[in-house]
């Protein structure tokens, strides 16, 4: 029998940070840690990304300029905002109402756009626009893909840093829970 060492394996599936499922994954770890979140979610079929410790339910979204393939110019970052039905590990059912999950949206954009000297795993290749679900539901209705320019004119967010992240998390979010 031959036992096959997870690190080779992890190095293998998911070192290369510019494809797209490792960039996402990569993401949701950044938002996570920025929130004080260490341990991955049971499963990746849940409601919502993250469940921040002052219970505000985060999704993240990753995107950036540069892909893992030859580029005549860099990418237009797009995210997914797509209403869905809540999945849930506990009773393995749909909930179906559809809606989006979340209380707060992360558009997390890796910025780079030099694939010869990018680093995703540096805080400052990043750039995170926080974005209440509530927002997006009255500005956008059911509109699935949402891309920097409506982030930024549309529902009027501007980026923070990864030092800021955090506490722009909590600012945002502190209003649906609340509620």
């Known amino acids: 029998m031959t036992a096959f060492n997870p690190q080779e394996f992890w190095q293998y599936a998911y070192s290369n940070f510019l494809d797209n499922r490792n960039r996402a994954a990569l993401g949701e770890y950044i938002v996570a840690k ?3 979140v260490s341990r991955s979610p049971e499963s990746s079929w849940e409601s919502f990304d993250i469940l921040s410790p002052e219970g505000i339910k985060i999704e993240a979204k990753t995107a950036g300029y540069i892909q893992i393939w ?3 110019k860099p990418s237009v970052p797009s995210y997914d905002i797509k209403q869905k039905s809540g999945w849930s590990g506990e009773t393995s059912e749909y909930d179906g109402i559809i809606t ?3 209380d707060v949206y992360v558009f997390c954009l890796h910025h780079e756009k030099d694939p ?3 680093n995703p795993l540096s805080s400052d290749a990043w750039s995170f626009y926080v974005v209440a679900t ?3 539901d009255q500005k956008l209705g059911t509109q699935k ?3 920097i320019s409506t982030i930024e004119n549309i529902l009027g967010c501007r980026p ?3 030092d ?3 506490r722009k998390i909590i600012e945002v979010g502190s209003e649906k829970i609340k509620e």
């Open 34 to 36: 920025a929130v004080g």
């Open 70 to 72: 030859k580029q005549k």
């Open 100 to 102: 989006r999950q979340a």
């Open 116 to 118: 010869a000297t990018c």
């Open 134 to 136: 509530n927002d997006i």
């Open 145 to 147: 893909s949402v891309g």
């Open 160 to 162: 923070v840093s990864y």
């Open 164 to 166: 800021e992240l955090s």
